[in-house]
């Protein structure tokens, strides 16, 4: 005869509570990337059954079963795969939630909370900044209270959610010695591909007419410290890539571009020299203020005096430049340059060309007044900047020219180019990023990605490669206030508030030392910092035997901590006792003059109700015993208790 089943213990509602709070911080921390049919649902289906389950109900099998099998049938609607950041993180929340609804024992809380922490660490795919990072750590919080709300002795919850920080603060020291010690991948997760929007940013081609509307991404590109004085604005071009062929869809640099010889250059002026650090871009295109004089280690030139880094930027960048802001750029110009800077695709946009011709008629060897000809028509014509512009047709340059008249600075480069070299004037088009925010906080540059621009560069005879930015002649505030500014107009004044702007300035200073000493710290930081001690990151027994030691240190001293008994302990009995009568005497409960301890807690116990008169007694009890009972120190937890149960009662 078999013995009978031992039902597996249930956890309580409390404890199902915090797992919920836990699955919901997890569920709020993922909500912005999730797709919006998935985010509501999954957020009332977890209200839904947090109900159910303090009402005793459980979840119909039936449609979790059903749920289970439309998750990853949505998903691969959406993403057509369940592989990826985006699709493995849908796939990942929506499981969780969905594991609350078998959850009925505390087994299964334990392996929910195993799975939000896994989920919740995911997280930081999407987003490496301090503000992520300390959402993230806070949200481990209601995870680990979960945990301790399961122990039979857990207390109130007040004193388990303190538990639980005082217990993530513990675990501090631990991290630190695993983030300077483990070896660094040399890609980070976050590097892995998945997220391709339309945004703006740098990219090594260009289509003005392919995108209709363009996000502006206001995240960080790159910061920027100076040796000297932040020069103004208007010398804030930071060159990327430079584009000479053109087919009649698209911008790029062309396989003919790449054989040329490094263009010469001649500085005019003083030169700049700056510190870039970069953000994560994945590419190996590298900014620099107009043209830059050498190029720093790991780094080569471009024919065109761009910098391009060795391999793609999958972590922060620094690197040192000087740059000339003024000077004279490859004053002579070869045959095949000037073929390749007057090269047009077939016979596409007649309209354009047209124009072209008539001022190349109409002011001859003269590429001054013909340049200006082109600004006056973009800046009198009803020319307008958006970042919305209507679609073009396959005569993209004569669609934007003579019919739509709108677009960003990618349309006003790219028809200015097709013009001149139309008129016979060698030109190409640039892109990098222009303008950039001067923190005064910390006097460094902030160059988002909402900053990246695209302008043209022409040849003129003794003057050599010459910028001409046509988008200004359209909007000067795009290049005086920037893209957001331009795009929002009025609306954007309330950005320019004196205290939003300090407080977004003490802001980014926090961010910038985080990615410069958290993100910023990848394998060859690490390399550097870990041989000055002796420890080699490539030898897996060097970093084992330096995370053992520094382990060992640190359990060795919170052991010395934790057996240790603060001065401030040794009467913790009597330090609770006062706090109990200062809380009795503020409501009316004096203690009189030379009242002993218990005969004073029973007198207050008389005067109140009854749940609470036993309480006080029971504590009156306890205190004398603990006290008195004995020669040697009360032991520590039941001292504990009777401060926990002191703190708990509710005169």
């Not at 481990?140 to 709300?149: E, R």
């Not at 122990?151 to 919850?157: E, H």
Request: proline share 7%; net charge positive.
């Amino acid at each position: 005869m078999s013995a009978a089943r031992v039902p597996a213990p249930r956890p309580d509602a409390r404890s199902f509570g915090l797992l919920s709070l836990t699955v919901a911080t997890t569920l709020a921390l993922h909500a912005t990337h999730l797709p919006l049919w998935l985010s509501p649902p999954l957020a009332l289906l977890l209200a839904l059954r947090w109900l159910g389950f303090r009402r005793g109900r459980r979840f119909p099998a039936l449609l979790r079963y059903a749920l289970v099998l439309m998750l990853p049938l949505g998903v691969i609607a959406t993403y057509g795969t369940l592989f990826g950041r985006l699709p493995g993180a849908a796939l990942a929340v929506g499981l969780l939630v969905l594991k609350l609804t078998e959850t009925e024992t505390r087994r299964d809380v334990h392996i929910a909370v195993a799975f939000a922490a896994f989920t919740l660490m995911s997280a930081l795919l999407f987003g490496q900044s301090l503000l992520q990072t300390l959402l993230v750590c806070a949200a481990l919080g209601p995870a680990l209270a979960t945990l301790l709300a399961l122990q039979p002795s857990a207390g109130a919850t007040r004193a388990i959610l303190k538990t639980a920080a005082l217990r993530l603060a513990a675990a501090l020291p631990v991290t630190l010695l695993a983030f300077v010690l483990i070896p660094r991948l040399a890609t980070p997760l976050w590097g892995a591909p998945g997220m391709q929007q339309a945004r703006t940013g740098i990219s090594a081609s260009m289509s003005p007419g392919a995108i209709g509307q363009l996000l502006v991404d206001d995240s960080p590109a790159f910061r920027v410290g100076f040796d000297g004085p932040i020069p103004p604005r208007a010398q804030r071009y930071f060159r990327a890539v430079v584009l000479w062929h053109f087919d009649g869809r698209t911008w790029t640099s062309g396989s003919a571009a790449r054989h040329l010889p490094l263009e010469p250059l001649q500085a005019l002026g003083s030169t700049q020299r700056y510190t870039i650090s970069m953000e994560t871009t994945r590419q190996t295109l590298l900014p620099a203020l107009d043209m830059p004089l050498q190029a720093p280690t790991a780094t080569r030139f471009t024919a065109a005096r761009t910098l391009l880094a060795d391999r793609p930027v999958d972590h922060g960048l620094r690197y040192t430049v000087s740059s000339a802001t003024a000077y004279r750029l490859q004053p002579r110009l070869g045959a095949h340059e000037r073929a390749l800077g007057l090269q047009l695709p077939g016979d596409d946009d007649p309209r354009a060309r047209a124009l072209a011709l008539r001022w190349r008629t109409r002011y001859g060897d003269n590429p001054v007044a013909i340049i200006d000809a082109a600004l006056r028509r973009f800046h009198d014509d009803g020319y307008r900047y958006t970042l919305t512009p209507p679609p073009l047709g396959r005569q993209q340059v004569d669609d934007f020219l003579f019919d739509t008249r709108a677009g960003f600075c990618e349309h006003y480069a790219s028809a200015f180019v097709f013009l001149m070299r139309a008129a016979g004037i060698p030109a190409r088009v640039v892109a990098g990023y222009q303008g950039g925010y001067a923190n005064r906080a910390a006097n460094y540059l902030l160059v988002r990605q909402a900053d990246a621009h695209a302008w043209a560069e022409v040849w003129l005879r003794g003057r050599g490669w010459v910028r001409v930015d046509p988008t200004a002649a359209v909007r000067p505030d795009r290049i005086s206030l920037g893209a957001i500014a331009a795009a929002q107009g009025a609306g954007a004044r309330w950005y320019q508030a004196a205290w939003l702007v300090g407080l977004r300035d003490r802001i980014d200073v926090l961010n910038r030392l985080w990615d410069q000493s958290v993100v910023g710290f990848n394998a060859l930081r690490q390399r550097g910092l870990l041989t000055r001690f002796g420890v080699d990151p490539q030898r897996w027994q060097s970093v084992a035997l330096a995370l053992g030691g520094a382990l060992a240190v640190a359990l060795a001293f919170g052991l010395a901590l934790a057996l240790r008994e603060p001065a401030g302990e040794r009467d913790a009995l009597g330090r609770a006792f006062d706090r109990l009568q200062r809380r009795l005497t503020r409501r009316d409960h004096p203690r009189l003059s030379g009242e002993a301890p218990a005969h004073y807690l029973t007198r207050v116990a008389a005067d109140l109700p009854a749940e609470q008169a036993a309480a006080l007694r029971a504590l009156s009890t306890q205190f004398v015993r603990l006290r008195y009972a004995s020669t040697q120190p009360a032991p520590r937890l039941a001292v504990r208790d009777w401060i926990r149960r002191a703190q708990e009662l509710k005169p």
